[in-house]
């Protein structure tokens, strides 16, 4: 079989046995096809490539696009997933890939809004316009649920259990997961549904989707960064914020309040809890006090 073969098969097992999304399973290919572009250059084929050969492949890789540490991360991924898949067919015996280090990546405390902030920026908004009524629930339900923008804007009206509570959310992978809604949240969610999107022309294929612009389309991720960077603009807020800035928030207050870290995970959606860790940013007298309360020998 050749090479460019053994690719195409890949991506159909990523997304039929992993079920990777279309983002995923597009990096992937672009990872795997420069490295198919590099053997061939060299005369080498996947079937015969060695450990050494990789490495040599990865010091070409950042000679010649400078590729940074994360994508460095998510390249020696993709060939591991993808020599794995060549075990798994008896295609090779061995993987190649596996002593292949992933570079450390240093993470950034992420930028958040105190609640006074968040507050500040919530009374900017003009509510005696529909679009600010909308805009209202939209930021009271990014917030209070910590979800991702993608996830807000395509988040449906059946998707909502809000008699229980609860939203089910499509995020990364298209994984779904359900996310507590809190009674702030859900009072003006039904305020906006009840007051604003029941007089809307909807157009077709638009009647799921809960945030709608005035023309009755699905809101677009461009727009609701449009909406934060206008009110931080408005109340005079000096940091540089977006939407992710309030799932930040929201996972921040929920830590710094004393919530469970896997709880936290689980309602970001976040696979690893390493990823939800970042926000153990707090100050010494709450990580002070978690010792006192906690540890056998204080």
């Known amino acids: ?22 983002n995923t399973r597009e990096a992937y290919h672009g990872d795997v096809t420069k490295l198919h572009y590099y053997l061939n250059e ?7 490539v060695t450990f050494q050969q990789l490495q040599e492949f990865l ?10 540490p994360s994508s460095q991360g998510r390249i020696i991924s993709g060939l591991k997933s993808f020599f794995g898949y060549l075990q798994i067919e008896e295609i090779r015996e061995d993987n190649p890939s596996d002593l292949l280090e992933t570079p450390r990546i240093s993470r950034k405390i992420p930028e958040v809004l105190t609640i006074e902030e968040i507050d500040a920026l919530f009374s900017a908004i ?3 316009t529909p679009e600010g009524v909308r805009n209202r629930a939209l930021l009271e339900v990014l917030y209070g649920c910590g979800l991702r923008v993608s996830e807000i804007t395509n988040l449906k009206l059946s998707a909502l259990f809000l008699d229980v509570e609860f939203i089910q959310v499509s995020g990364k992978g298209d994984k779904e997961r359900i996310v507590p809604i809190g009674q702030t949240a859900i009072k ?7 007051q604003v999107r029941s007089h809307l022309n909807i ?18 991720r461009v727009m609701v960064f449009i909406i934060i ?15 992710h800035t309030f799932r930040h928030s929201f996972a921040s207050h929920l830590v710094e309040a004393g919530a469970d870290l896997r709880a936290v995970q689980d309602m970001l959606g976040h696979e690893s809890i390493t990823t939800t860790e970042i926000y153990t940013h707090l100050d010494k007298e709450y990580l002070q006090s978690v010792i006192t309360s906690f540890h056998p020998r204080s």
């Open 1 to 22: 079989m050749k090479d460019y073969d053994l690719i195409t098969d890949f991506l159909r097992f990523l997304e039929m046995e992993r079920g990777l999304s279309k």
């Open 42 to 48: 060299m005369g080498l084929s996947f079937t015969r």
């Open 59 to 68: 010091v070409w890789l950042n000679t010649n696009f400078a590729i940074a």
């Open 126 to 128: 003009d509510h005696s």
């Open 188 to 194: 003006y969610l039904k305020i906006y549904l009840d």
């Open 203 to 220: 157009k077709t294929g638009m009647e799921d989707f809960v945030f709608l612009n005035k023309r009755g389309s699905s809101l677009s």
């Open 229 to 243: 960077k206008n009110l931080a603009k408005e109340i005079g807020l000096k940091k540089n914020i977006s939407p």
